[in-house]
Each structure stands twice: as C-alpha cells, then as structure tokens.
C-alpha cells in the first residue's frame, strides 16, 4: 500500500497537467498555434537530433576506442572520459560565450593578430542552436560512453575473430559486429541523452533559442497563462512518450545474447600516428567537455580579486547542498520502498505503478514545476480557509512556500535513478535467502533490515549520489519552485548569466562543478575497479579452460577409452571432472 500510495504521488504533476489543459478554450492555444508553435516545434526537434548524432558518434567511438584499442593513456581517459558530467550544460555555456562572443579573449586575439575590423572576417556565432548543441554533446556523451562501454566489455571475442576471418577489416567489423550486438545499451544511453536535451533550460536560455521548455516558462510567468504553459508542457511530454515508443517498436523481433561466455575481446595495439589519433579522439571530448570550461570559469573567478568564499556565496553552497541531501535521501528512500514492494509482492497493479514511477526522468523540471503548482496551490489555498475558519490564523504557504515543494519535484524528477540503482542491487540477491530468512520466522522488513539493506550499501550509495549529482545541478524546477528569498548556485548563476555579467557568474558556476566533482569522480573510479575485476575474472576462467584443455587427453575430449583403459568407466569418471 505504501509503494501504490508513493507511486501515484509521483504521477501527481502529470494528472494534474491533464486535468488543467481542459478547464478553459483553446483561443489562445490556437494563437500558439498560429504564431509561434511551429518555432517551437523546429528548435527543440533539430536541437534533440544534433545532440542525437552527435553523443551518439562521441561516445560510441571513445568507448570502442578505450575498450578494444592499447595505446599510451588508455587506463587514464577510461575514468577521465567521465568527468563532463559534473559540468552542467549551462554552466558550460556561460564559459564558452565568454571565450567565443565577439568581445571575448579567441575574438579579440584574432582581430589583433590579423589587423581585422569586426566586418572583416566571419567567426561562428555560439548563440546559436548550432553552439546549443555542441554544448550539450560535450556534456552529455558521457551517459552513451559508459553504457556502450560496459556493453564492450561484456561482448566475447568469438563473434569478432569470426568476421576477421571472414575477411572484414577491424574497421567493419566494429560496424557490423560490435555495434549491433550494443545496440540496446547505446539506445538506452541515446535515450538519456535525448531526454535531458528536451529538459534543458538555462543553455537554450542563455543561447536565445526558443524550444519548449522557455516557451512554458516564460508563458506561464512573463505572460500568467497557465492553460497555454500546461498545454505546451503537454505536447512536450508527447514528444517524449513519442521517442520512448520509437525506440521500442526499433527493438521489436530483435533479441540481443550475452556472449560473454568465452573470453573477454583482444586488444589492438596502436602505434605511430594511429595511437596519436586515438589519444586525440579522447582529448578533444574531455577537452571541451571540462577542461575548456573548468579553466576559463577558473581564470574569470581569479580575475575578479574577490573573496570566493563570502558569507553570501557560504549561504548558497549550504542552500545547494541542503537541497541535494535531503532530496538525495528521502527519492532513495522512495524508490526503496517501490522497488522492495515490487520483489516482495509479483501483483500486476504493483509492478504497473513501479514501471510509471520511474516516468518523471522522461519530464523536464520545467513541467513537473508546472504540474506540481496546481495541486499543491491548491491544497495550500484549502489549509489556510480550515485554519481560518477553526482558528482564525492564516498559516501561510506550507507546501508551494517552502523547499517541501522543491524536494516534491526533485523525488518526482530523479526517481528513476535511484529506482534503476535500488533494483540492480536487489536483482543480485537471490530469492532463496529471502526463503531461508522466512522460515526462520523474520518478516519482510526484519529480513530488509538484516540481510538486504547491509547488501545493499554499495548499491544505494551510488544511486544517493547520481541523484545528489542531478539534483545539484537541476535549474528550472528549481527556480519556479524555491521558496522566497531561497536561493542556490544554479540559479546565482543563471541570474549572472542572464544579466551578461559573465565574470561574476564564474564563482558559483565553478562552485556547482566542484562539488559536483567529487562525486563523478568516485563513481568513475568505482566503476573502473569494477570492470577491472571483471576483466580479471574473465581472464582467470579463459586460464584455467585452456589449461584443463592442453592436460586433457585427445581420447578424454573425443569420448573414447584412453590407451591402457580396460573399460570406459574411469574415462567417464575423468570427463565428470573436467566438466566441473
């Protein structure tokens, strides 16, 4: 009952999107229509297709590159390819509109070197869709590299040495072998990736292009139409459930194997000009992914001669992290009741609501905000008239004034994360620990409490920080959402940001991509160590096969009676062996 009641909290925002989008005419809908939708519509599909294409060959090619390939450096950017996601996409583009805007250092630089006036010459504009999704494809690859990569590892070399000897080059058989057998993992990874894209803010924002999530901001705030916001909120929900439905209907008939059975895939040994490609094809991606936005954040706070730590910027980082904390804990605990619900109780209504549940990662912030503000404007406009009337006291805003509404959104947003983390680690404990605990009379949370919850640590600390991660990095929710007066990193910055006071942004963007750091870090190295345990398991079984097959007899491996056997009885005796 738990899990049920949790689980239709979180499809709140939505029911209630769908509830307001038909309390009014359609006549200013039809002016939208009209006007402005079709812009709308154009951006956010050209900006969701570029990044498509684009974290789609980054991170396909980095991780085939770090997996398959030996050249100087290869152990380094396996973990090093990981660190863009502690940079926002928003963050990245404040620096880079400070380094490519036409005032900016790369501009002036060139005017100086060649003597050119600002006619003279054309340079690419970064406020643009085209610099959106560069942006956002060096941030974002990285959910499509780790995914394809563990994809990678986890493929055996059988398949690949067969097309080799069938005469295809490495090159084609990567195209046609490896690609295809990690088709599912890069499409979840795309997926994520396309998702975010759709749910971005403060990049589109700060670039000047119109897609659907500054559309419903700036309807329901700059123009106080809430039935056209929840109706744009609705078709971009569309667009997503349109997307997920695509790349089912893409798998359909398909059936993908684990072929991990044999041994872990050779590596190819790159040398000359060919290992300095690779290295470079690994450089560029963490280059302007992190480094190109870390350290010009890093000059531009330096520049500023001002103390990084004020009493202002220490309120915003207790803010910040106050909010990543309590959300982080109370969505893990959220998604452990669903996903524990789920194993203990097989019933279709359970196992429906924990599928939907994990819904709001496909909705952006902006929409949940949206969704959330009905209810809960409600419910606070109901508390105050009971108050008033048994109490005479006006208590105020409880829900939509105060961060419970923020932590709402947030739970709603990143449950998914936690839920997909939660639910892996349950999947490894066996069901017949949970058998042996029952007949020795423990019940389900004694059982939770003494066998899966100290199993369970690794697994919910690395979904408490992805979610911690997310979190501190969401923007719109958090600005329609944060109560008065209550503000953080994020949204100091986007204030800078938008006030073209770039430099003074700087501090509480690189303040965001610290913090943020420490965690990518942690879980970059945690998988590392993972997948290197992996390889050596893999290894060691691939060993020992081969041993036991030089030291076997011909005869034993054949089937017949070795030379000096009188019968077949110890030769099936040695064969049992073997077989263990």
């Known amino acids: 009952m738990a899990a049920i009641v949790l689980c239709g909290l979180t499809l709140l925002p939505l029911a209630a999107l769908i509830v307001a989008a038909f309390q009014s005419d359609a006549g200013a809908f039809a002016h939208y229509a009209q006007t402005v939708l079709p812009r709308y519509i154009a951006n956010t599909l050209a900006l969701a297709l570029a990044v498509a294409v684009g974290v789609t060959l980054v991170g396909v090619s980095a991780a085939w590159l770090v997996t398959m390939c030996r050249f100087p450096g290869r152990w380094f950017f396996s973990w090093a390819l990981v660190l863009p996601l502690a940079v926002p996409g928003y963050v990245s583009a404040y620096a880079y ?46 959910y499509v590299y780790l995914l394809a990569r563990t994809a990678f590892l986890q493929q055996s070399a059988t398949a690949f040495e067969a097309s080799r000897t069938l005469g295809r080059s490495p090159w084609r058989a990567f195209i046609e072998v490896a690609v295809p057998l990690a088709r599912p993992a890069i499409v979840a990874g795309l997926v994520l990736a396309v998702m975010e894209t759709l749910a971005d803010y403060g990049t589109v924002y700060h670039f000047g292009v119109e897609t659907f999530t500054t559309a419903i901001y700036r309807t329901w705030f700059s123009m106080g139409d809430r039935v056209a916001a929840v109706q744009l909120a609705l078709i971009l929900v569309s667009f997503i459930l349109l997307l997920i439905a695509l790349e089912r209907v893409g798998r359909r008939g398909q059936r993908f194997s684990d072929m991990r059975a044999s041994r ?11 290992a300095g490609l690779a290295v470079l094809a690994c450089v560029i ?16 706070g330096v520049s500023l001669n001002v103390p990084w730590l004020d009493p202002r910027t220490t309120g915003l980082i207790s803010n910040t992290l106050t909010l990543a904390a309590i959300g982080g804990v109370v969505t893990v605990a959220v998604a ?38 009905i209810p809960l404007g409600a419910l606070d406009r109901a508390i105050n008239v009971m108050t008033v009337s048994v109490m005479g006291v006006k208590v105020g805003l409880i829900l939509t004034g105060t961060i419970a509404a923020l932590i709402f959104a947030y739970v709603v947003r990143f449950l998914a994360v936690s839920l997909n983390g939660v639910e892996a680690g349950l999947a490894r404990i066996s069901p017949s620990l949970d058998g042996a605990a029952r007949t020795l009379g423990s019940g389900p949370f004694t059982t939770f409490r003494r066998i899966h919850a100290p199993l369970l640590r690794g697994g919910l600390l690395t979904a408490f920080l992805i979610t911690f991660v997310d979190i501190m990095k969401e923007l719109p929710a958090t600005l329609i959402l944060r109560p008065f007066d209550f503000d953080t990193l994020a949204i100091r910055a986007h204030r800078l940001a938008s006030d073209e006071r770039l430099a003074q942004a700087a501090v509480p963007s690189l303040m965001i991509v610290a913090v943020g750091l420490i965690p990518v870090i942690l879980l970059s190295r945690q998988i590392a160590r993972s997948q290197q345990r992996s390889g050596r398991s893999d290894r060691r ?35 049992s062996a073997i077989a263990a």
Do not use: C
């Not at 992190?290 to 000059?299: D, E, K, N, Q, R």
């Open 264 to 274: 872990p895939m050779p590596g190819l040994v790159l040398k000359g000009w060919r």
């Open 97 to 142: 509109t400070y380094l490519l805007q036409h005032p900016g250092p790369v501009q002036t630089a060139l005017r100086n070197v060649t003597d050119w006036g600002p006619r003279d010459y054309w340079f690419p504009e970064i406020r643009s869709l085209e610099g959106a999704a560069f942006v956002l494809v060096m941030v974002l690859y990285p």
């Open 336 to 373: 452990m009741v669903i996903a524990y619900a789920r194993r203990l109780s097989r019933g279709r209504l359970t196992q429906i609501l924990g599928h939907l549940a994990g819904f709001g990662y496909a909705v952006p912030g902006a929409v949940i905000a949206v969704g959330l503000l």
């Open 285 to 300: 991606p963490i280059a302007s992914g992190f480094v190109i936005p870390a350290v010009t954040l890093f000059g531009l």
């Open 541 to 575: 079984l691939f060993t020992l096969a081969s041993v036991r097959e030089e030291e076997t007899p011909p005869a034993l491996l054949s089937g017949e009676p070795a030379p000096g056997d009188d019968d077949g009885a110890s030769n099936g005796k040695s064969r």
